[in-house]
């Protein structure tokens, strides 16, 4: 049982916007920054997002995400065949001093 | 370009010990935070340790902690973890990370080492 919770899966055409969730307390995304990241089987993790909605260079401007609250999200605009991948969203838990990461989401691009 | 490589992996019986090392290049090692995260097979990402850039503080999942020690040699510019006492639930691939409190967690990822622990 992860401490963020985010869908197990979801899915678009291409070409579509996709958003994925994530959810937690005010001791982590409520009081923290929220990250998130792609990541390709097989392969290791890339950061997406950092600071709730800051971009790494590099990464294209159809990937964006905000934060309310005690809750995140991340859309994907303009859906291609290589986003393909699995998501995770991750925040500084103060309560257990560690960071912690959402389940995971496994985006199906139709 | 940076690069971190991660090396040490490998099979072990529980209540083994290993030590994970991962070489950083291409950046000034000594001004960055780094990270431990590992991925059991099939599974979510696992937060598993944090050191800043002087080597202290450092902290550590509830689950490791008490086993597993994180160390870093700037000099040489290398990350350590050390893991002691392990059990068939530490199986995963381990990933250092740059990055943490101060610069983001994890804009950079190794390729990961594979532990496996079994009897």
């Known amino acids: 049982q992860s401490v963020l919770t985010q869908p197990p899966s979801a899915s678009g055409t291409p070409g579509q916007r996709v958003t994925i969730s994530c959810s937690g307390s005010s001791s982590n995304i409520g009081g923290n920054y929220v990250h998130w990241y792609q990541q390709v089987p097989g392969r290791a993790p890339k950061l997406l997002i950092y600071r709730h909605d800051q971009r790494p260079s590099g990464v294209p401007d159809r990937f964006s995400a905000s934060k309310s609250g005690t809750s995140a999200s991340l859309a994907i605009s303009g859906l291609r065949s290589e986003d393909e991948a699995d998501y995770y969203c991750a925040a500084w838990d103060g309560s257990v001093s560690g960071l912690v990461f959402g389940g995971g989401t496994k985006l199906t691009v139709l | 370009e940076v690069q971190l490589v991660e090396s040490g992996g490998g099979l072990l019986q529980p209540g083994g010990s290993l030590r994970l090392s991962c070489a950083a290049s291409g950046f000034t090692f000594s001004n960055y935070e780094m990270t431990w995260v590992r991925q059991a097979p099939g599974k979510g990402l696992e937060w598993v340790s944090y050191?800043?850039?002087?080597?202290?503080?450092?902290l550590y999942a509830d689950s490791v902690k008490g086993r597993f020690t994180i160390s870093r040699d700037n000099a040489i510019n290398s990350l350590y973890l050390q893991i002691d006492n392990v059990t068939a639930e530490d199986t995963a691939v381990y990933y250092c990370a740059r990055g943490g409190f101060v610069s983001g967690w994890g804009d950079f990822w190794g390729q990961g080492t594979l532990v496996a622990v079994s009897a």
């Open positions: 050191i800043y850039k002087t080597g202290e503080p450092t």
